[in-house]
């Protein structure tokens, strides 16, 4: 009984451990945007300090139009790690046109003698669009310049990037959205440059526990996944410090390595310079 009761201590005392290391790990936000709209509500000291306040290191920064993108790498510091991605978009609607819009690429183009950005992205792209030759010339520049592609894309998109350039480093925003795990290793497996970012990925748990199938994944490729916030509409900065908690609650559930490469070193592999 002594001996049944001083497990349960240990059990409770170790998991009590285990908690406040996550509370505490730093995070890299891996999906970032800072568009025109919310630089109103939110100025650049208030989204300083919510980085701050989620213990949030280092972000993949991206704005439409890139103006945001400007602002949030002039304001990295010691304390934030700026990794700033062009926006092929200047105005909302361009989500839908982008890829056949020869007036974007040259904002990519102009964008990238600024010297300092790192990849293309996010950008939305589904099935056969991702043929367009518009979206080969950007393929290729990016791999001529050393870039990655963040691409909100189904399986048949990043399949068709893939093709274009197979020598393309992308990370996968939202991991497809609704890609199954077992599709997911499918394609890490044939992807050695695809990295996997979670956001609004909530069927990674069940009632606050991480689904096995998930974390059988995450252990088996530690080095693959990221983390990220998308504050795509002001709303999300509004939940800023709940999206970053959320992930701490479940990175808590894996190994230490494993979470810890999740939060924030796979980022310094991928984006340190
Ligand atoms: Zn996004």
New binding site residues.
Partial sequence: MKTKISLLLFTLFAAACTGRASDTIPLFDA?L?YNAEARGPYPLDHVLDLFRKSRVTGILANSRPNEGTHALYGARSRDLWVVPFIRPYIVQPDRYTWFNNPKIFELIEAEEKRGYFQGIG?FHLFGDDARSPWVKKTVDFAVSKGLYLHA?SDEKAVDILFEHNPKSKIIW?HTGFTTEPEIIETYLNKYPNLWCEL?YRYDVTQEGMIKPSWKKLFEKYPGRFVVGS?T?INDRWGQYLEIMDGYRHWLAQLSRDTAEKIAWRNAESLFRR
């Fill in positions: 999906h945007h996010e909100h925003a956001s998308d795509w």
